[in-house]
């Protein structure tokens, strides 16, 4: 039977266009059944504050750092959206006088306009978030050299590269509104996508690359972080792969309910612990990920159902 049309953007795919029944599965999932939706493989783990979601995201960094020598160095690749975990990440390392000089980071994503990388000055810029929020906060005799500091604006091979070269102990992440993590967004739908979006095992052969992002996230980004001016963001972005991804020991997502909404965390989180990888929903291609944890607050997951204000 042919897939439906996206009911957002026509000439995209788009978790709109799955079956009507895995759609109203993911709404009935409650709080307690989220819960229950862990498996071998994927970790579900809920925090009762927003307060304790977001320190223990920034542990996460301190943990993988923790690990790294000299002779074995470690990394951990992390997003903008969530950010607020980023000065407590810098706090934390100040604090606890740890010295993170062997480590690495990898920035998940940037902006692309013209062709190019955005520049630091760009008001959006995911570089400059990183580090005005986090890096340039960390004291000198503790903080990494630039050169351990990865991210998607100059040689991408180089880049995709460095997750041989260094061990990424976590790729954290968030999902957006698309239901993708870093810009992994669905497909547009043409060519020999037209009736039918790229297999899960065609679509993790991407690597870091420039793609054209889908309209849900444009508008997703100008409400997040520019206020609603759609005309500020840009419609492409560098982004780390499914290859890259799948180099890294674990991948932890984070929900803070403020990027997604209660039904696209259930359906993701179905799809994934029920092993329904669609590229059409490019977070469900996790449940071929040998190591996944999703992190909740639990205000943040609400309910599913209609509310006319």
């Given amino acids: 039977m042919a897939r439906s049309i996206s009911k957002v953007a026509p000439g995209w795919w788009d978790y709109t266009t799955l079956d009507a029944e895995i759609l109203d599965d993911a709404a009935k999932l409650t709080a307690e059944d989220l819960e229950q939706m862990a498996r071998p493989g994927f970790t ?4 009762d504050t927003i307060e304790e979601f977001y320190m223990a995201e920034a542990l ?27 000065p407590l990440v810098a706090r934390l390392v100040n604090e606890l006088d740890l010295d993170v000089r062997s480590a690495h980071f990898w920035g998940m994503d940037e902006w692309v306009e013209d062709g190019k990388p955005v520049p630091a000055m760009h008001p959006l810029s995911f570089l400059k978030a990183d580090m005005e929020l986090c890096f340039n906060r960390i004291r000198p005799k503790l ?49 020999k996508y037209r009736d039918a979006p790229p297999s899960p095992e065609e679509y993790r052969k991407l690597k870091t690359r420039v793609t054209d992002l889908h309209p849900m996230t444009v508008i997703q980004n100008a409400r997040t ?85």
């Fill in 44 to 47: 579900i783990v809920i925090y």
């Fill in 60 to 86: 996460e960094y301190v943990n993988a750092w923790r690990q790294s020598t000299e002779d074995n160095p470690v990394g951990i690749c992390g997003p903008i959206g969530p950010t607020e975990q980023l």
């Fill in 143 to 191: 903080r990494m050299p630039e050169t351990n500091l990865h991210f998607p604006t100059g040689d991408l091979e180089a880049y995709s590269r460095s997750f041989d070269a260094v061990r990424c102990a976590v790729m954290q992440g968030g999902q957006g509104d698309v239901k993708h993590w870093a810009f992994n967004d669905p497909p547009k739908r043409e060519g």
């Fill in 225 to 309: 972080s520019g206020s609603g001016q759609v005309s500020l963001v840009p419609t492409m972005a560098a982004t780390v792969g499914p290859q890259e991804t799948w180099k890294a020991e674990k991948v932890s997502i984070w929900h803070p309910g403020c990027h997604d909404n209660p039904f696209g965390m259930r359906l993701s989180t179905l799809m994934i612990s029920k092993k329904i990888p669609d590229s059409s929903v490019p977070m469900s291609l996790l449940a071929d990920h040998p190591n996944v944890q999703f992190n909740f607050c639990r205000p943040a997951i609400g309910t599913v159902a209609v509310e006319i204000h």
